[in-house]
């Protein structure tokens, strides 16, 4: 009889998974760090917080294992679970620059981001994701999808940021849920209730055909030590989210009028020959999505008085001010894209790979310049594109192609600013915009900053919108509006007294020097994120579980650092 890894809970499996009389567990259930966030919404905490942290070996080499209990709150990621995920893949990429190799082995049992801990949950997934981008040029960052939960939401850009993803024919990976894609586009794009389709869409065997995952594996434990340890010392390709002329040259030449099943797709992209792409910077044009609010600054900040580029969701530009040379970069709508859930300014496929073409061909111009060319990033993202074209081709990937780029340009020295503008939701805000060095929001009632619509969050949780409101007097992090999100320590600044849709010379000109003065207080700084734990509001009470999960993990780590 098999030895199940699934059946296995999150702590079992951790156990499982090394040497006989290895496993230490980090800020186990005796430290008792739970979220402080849900008993006020009437939720019982769990004292791991639905984490484990385990130091020990596989076949006598030194790893961390990361696993999710998907048993608790369905494995979402909440502030204090995040923060030890994040805090602990930290650590061990300072073991590595030391060259002490510890290897980060991640177990995904996870729906996405904890909704009861919304925008927690999404500023914790940008620090996971910082985290395995900066491990990976030192080893192999591993991936396993047991089954289950599988891996959903925010957590799927996470696994597409992994070296290698190993998957049980039990697993499944999407950006979205069938529930949630049926909530927000209809029964028409996704029938939820319908099993087949969506094993054919988003079930382990498919994604394996796609490219999304590297290996399927039966579910036996001895089989996936060996499939680890079999990928621990192999020398690494280039990340998946770094084929970006493969899938731009699939998404362009892509007829989606034509109907798409799973093996036509497959068939598809296995006789694909990937080109060189020319990377869409934005000229002067006409173009149909001149509303938005994104498309209006980024006119107003290069000058551009009618932005168009050939991929006109994405606009980009060049432009000097103040003797320096930075790149704007905005997602916008177009109503005519080819994707029909993208035509608002959602991000979706095309989105995702272009602007990581976009960022990449900065670091690519600038990599052997000492001064390093600023990257801004206007943010008007009503949320990702929920379809099942999207889902089946992997949307998760194309957003985590858009935020490992923002994140390697960053750690390479290039400032990041983030300015947001419109809306900052879900993983829209992931891709675009969460991987800033400093985020600059202006102060409006119209902004929204969240992880999902309340429809889809009602749904999800099972409450109603009346409930959900009601809980976000209790936990700022549950609110959709700007002036709750700066209590959590993420800004660098929010501006008030500007007009977001009509702006003055004077507040234009405000903003710019607002931009000037982030990118100016990159300099001589570290390159991760953690200037969002250092803020006035941080400190006064916006990560302060973050900044405890952090302090005490430290110094466990001290006491295991001798027997590493």
Sequence with gaps: ????????????????????????????????????????????????????????????????????????????????????????????????????????????????????????????????????????????????????????????????????????????????????????????????????????????????????????????????????????????????????????????????????????????????????????????????????????????????????????????????????????????PNPNHKFPRVRNGEVGLLEGWTVAQVVRDVIQQDENKEIKRPIVAIIDVPSQAYGYKEELIGINLALAASADAYATARQKGHPVIGLIVGNAISGGFLAHGLQSNQLIALDDEKITIQAMSKASAARVTKRTIAELEEATKKVPAMAYDVQSYSTLGALYKLVSNINPDQPTEQNIEEIEQTVVEAINSTKGTVTDLSYRLKTKEALAGGRTATIKVRELLKEQWKFEHMIL
Excluded at 242 to 253: G, S
């Design 1 to 332: 009889m098999l030895n199940s890894f699934v059946e296995l809970n999150g702590r079992e499996r951790a156990k499982a998974l090394l040497d006989k009389g290895t496993f230490r567990e980090l800020l186990g259930p005796l430290d008792r760090l739970e979220s402080p966030h849900l008993e006020p919404q009437g939720i019982v905490p769990q004292s791991d917080d639905g984490i484990i942290l385990a130091l020990g070996q596989i076949n006598t080499k030194n790893v961390l294992i990361i696993s999710m209990e998907g048993a608790f709150q369905g494995g979402g990621i909440g502030e204090v679970s995040g923060a030890k995920i994040s805090a602990s893949l930290e650590l061990v990429l300072e073991e590595n620059k030391q060259g002490k190799t510890i290897y980060p082995i991640i177990i995904f049992d996870t729906g996405g981001v904890r909704l009861q801990e919304a925008n927690y949950g999404l500023l914790s997934i940008s620090e996971i994701g910082n985290q395995i981008v900066a491990l990976r040029k030192y080893v192999p960052v591993v991936g396993i999808i047991p089954g289950r939960v599988g891996a959903f939401g925010g957590m799927s850009i996470t696994a597409g940021l992994c070296t290698t993803l190993i998957a049980t024919n039990k697993a499944r990976l999407g950006l979205n849920g069938p529930e949630v894609i049926e909530q927000e586009a209809g029964v028409i794009e996704f029938d939820s209730s319908d099993q087949a389709l969506i094993w054919n869409t988003i079930g382990s065997n498919q994604r394996l055909k796609t490219g999304l995952v590297d290996a399927v594996v039966e579910d036996d434990t001895e089989v996936i030590i060996h499939t680890i340890d079999s990928v621990l010392t192999i020398k690494a390709n280039p990340a998946k989210t770094e084929q970006i002329d493969f899938y731009l040259t699939l998404l362009n030449d892509i007829d989606l009028s034509l109907e798409w099943t799973p093996e036509k797709y497959t068939a598809y992209s296995k006789q694909l020959q990937p080109v060189q792409q020319a990377v869409p910077m934005a000229r002067e044009g006409h173009s149909a999505s001149s509303n938005s609010r994104g498309y209006k600054w980024f006119s107003f900040l290069t000058g551009i008085v009618y932005p168009t580029s050939s991929v006109p969701s994405v606009l980009a530009a060049d432009i000097e001010k103040n003797g320096q040379l930075c790149r704007y970069i905005s997602i916008v």
